[in-house]
């Protein structure tokens, strides 16, 4: 599996973020080792229906640097978890993950 760098990572999720709106606030960002059970299984994603994306870090503690600068920065909801691969999601109005953090 190809890994990204918190650079390359940082960029394409702005980039992503933009296409929706720009405002980070509605988005949630996690890091785990299995990104797809993260989204799908735990935060009840519908792979289909909703926004979301996620791309593996080369390690880590680079997954956790992308996770608390969007969060810290751009003021996306942190959700916690430890892994290599770094996820967001577009909380929709009243769903559970809603208050998530």
């Known amino acids: 599996m190809t890994a990204y760098s918190v650079q390359q990572i940082k960029f ?13 606030s509605a988005w949630s960002v996690g890091v ?7 989204l799908f299984r735990e935060h009840g994603i519908d792979e289909t229906r909703d926004i979301w994306l996620w791309k593996p870090a080369v390690s880590p503690a680079a997954a ?9 920065r751009q003021g996306a909801v942190a959700l916690a978890g430890e892994g290599r691969q770094v996820f967001l999601f ?3 109005p009243g769903s559970e993950t809603a208050d998530a953090g």
Do not use: H, N, Q, T
Request: charged share 30%; proline share 3%.
């Open 12 to 24: 394409e999720f702005i980039s992503y973020v933009k296409e929706f709106g720009a405002d980070f």
């Open 32 to 38: 785990a080792e299995d990104a797809p059970a993260a």
């Open 64 to 72: 956790a640097m992308v996770r608390d600068w969007l969060c810290g």
């Open 90 to 92: 577009r909380r929709g």
